[in-house]
């Protein structure tokens, strides 16, 4: 369970620098330049994810509550959402991005609320509850910039870019339940 925990401070400590520590963002990118400290922050991210994955293998099954059924399906089809958000957000402006202003945010929460309703064992509702709670506070602090003028809205808009979404979403969902969760994760979403 340790080397759980220490992924999931390790990741989502990567992801709220410029929540918690703007400056300390500024100063790297000052120091490394943007592409420098994207580099580093993409090393720093890939590494914390490796090191969560496997930290939630490995953690042992200590069941909390036993989910129904049903709600292994519900996880299937809000994944399904949340993997268009998730290209949405990937994409220039369509529909989809402006209206959930923050699809990629949006797409971890969907996720993360999705696999809480379907696990009920402390690695899982500790590493998805944690997800959740990141998404909540990343999307207030991303309100408060768009406030402050430090986000500014895309201009165009074209719905070619939300047929994109859907589609690459539908893939990506796609190849998720049918094979890359079971080979990536270890565990099959669908019982075939």
Request: no cysteine; glycine share 10%; proline share 3%.
């Given at each position: 369970m340790t080397i759980l925990l220490?992924?999931?401070?390790?990741?989502?400590?990567?992801?709220m620098i410029r929540v918690v520590a703007p400056g300390f963002r500024s100063s790297m990118v000052a120091r490394f330049g943007e592409n420098g400290w994207k580099g580093v922050h993409s090393v720093a991210s890939i590494v914390s994810l490796v090191v969560l994955i496997y930290g939630w293998r490995q953690a042992p099954v200590v069941d909390i509550w036993f989910p129904p059924a049903g709600m292994a399906h519900l996880t299937v089809t809000l994944m399904l959402i949340a993997s268009i958000c998730l290209v949405a957000g990937l994409l220039p402006a369509g529909h989809i991005a402006t209206k959930t202003k923050h699809p990629m945010v949006l797409s971890v929460k969907i996720w993360a609320l999705s696999h809480l309703l379907a696990n009920g064992d402390l690695a899982s509702i500790l590493l998805f509850g944690s997800f959740l709670a990141w998404g909540v506070i990343v999307?207030?602090?991303?309100?408060?910039?768009?406030?402050?003028?430090?986000?500014?809205?895309?201009?165009?808009?074209?719905?070619?870019?939300?047929?994109?979404?859907?589609?690459?979403?539908?893939?990506?969902?796609?190849?998720?339940?049918?094979?890359?969760?079971?080979?990536?994760?270890?565990?099959?979403?669908?019982?075939?």
């Open positions: 220490l992924g999931i401070v390790l990741f989502i400590g990567t992801h999307r207030i602090a991303l309100k408060r910039r768009q406030r402050a003028g430090a986000l500014v809205a895309r201009p165009f808009v074209s719905a070619k870019y939300d047929l994109m979404a859907v589609v690459g979403g539908a893939v990506v969902w796609a190849l998720f339940i049918f094979k890359l969760h079971t080979l990536l994760i270890g565990v099959a979403p669908l019982a075939m």
